[in-house]
Structures are given as C-alpha cells and as structure tokens.
C-alpha cells in the first residue's frame, strides 16, 4: 500500500513561485509519479509526470516553460516547482502513483490548494 501526503501549497500573487512536494510512503521503487489539479467547476486534468529514474519527463501545455516535476527516490519525494503562476493555475494539486507497467493512477493524496491571486 502507497500513502502520499502533499504540502507546501497556499496564496501567491500572480507571477509568484512556488513549491509543491509529496512524501511517499510504501514501496514506491519503479513507480512513475504525476501532478494532476481540479479547479473549481472543472475536471481534474493532468499537470505533470516523472519516469520513477527521473529521466524522463512530460508537461500538460498549459504548465510547460512554468513548472518543473523532480522527484528524490532516497526521500520517496515528488517535488512540483511552480514559477511564474497565473490566476488560472488555481486549484488543488494532487499527487498520484503508478507502478510502470500499469497506465492507471492506483494511489492519490488528498491534495494541497495552490490559490493565484491576480
């Protein structure tokens, strides 16, 4: 069983920074991790993912050039550094894991609200 536990959310102004992380706790050896967010009315929509080496990463559009997903194994810790963030970016990110071999997200937090202020 996997647990993660999100942090380091809260109010920014527009243009600010800031930086997400997830703790793991459980076996997460050769698990990919990912950043997803739910805005107010809207889906949850995928944000960012991070191969479990950390070798490879891929971006949601609306995010790349702005955030960047790191990830420290000896720590069980998925970073998300947010820098320039616009009022849009509001929402609560979620952390999620997966083992490789399987494409569904099997292991959530319960999320941390990040709110843009313009």
């Known amino acids: 069983q996997v647990q993660m536990v999100e942090s380091g959310g809260g109010l920014v102004q527009a243009g600010g920074s800031l930086r997400l992380s997830c703790a793991a706790s459980?076996?997460?050896?050769?698990?990919?991790m990912a950043w997803f967010r739910q805005a107010p009315g809207k889906e949850r929509e995928f944000v960012a993912t991070i191969s479990w080496r950390g070798t490879s990463t891929t971006y949601a559009d609306s995010v790349k050039g702005r955030f960047t997903i790191s990830r420290d194994n000896a720590k069980n810790t998925v970073y998300l550094q947010m820098n320039s963030l616009k009022p849009e970016d509001t929402a609560v990110y979620y952390c999620?894991?997966?083992?490789?071999?399987?494409?569904?997200?099997?292991?959530w937090g319960q999320g941390t609200q990040v709110t843009v202020s313009s």
């Open positions: 999620a894991a997966r083992p490789t071999y399987d494409n569904n997200y099997n292991y």
């Open positions: 459980g076996r997460t050896f050769a698990y990919t």
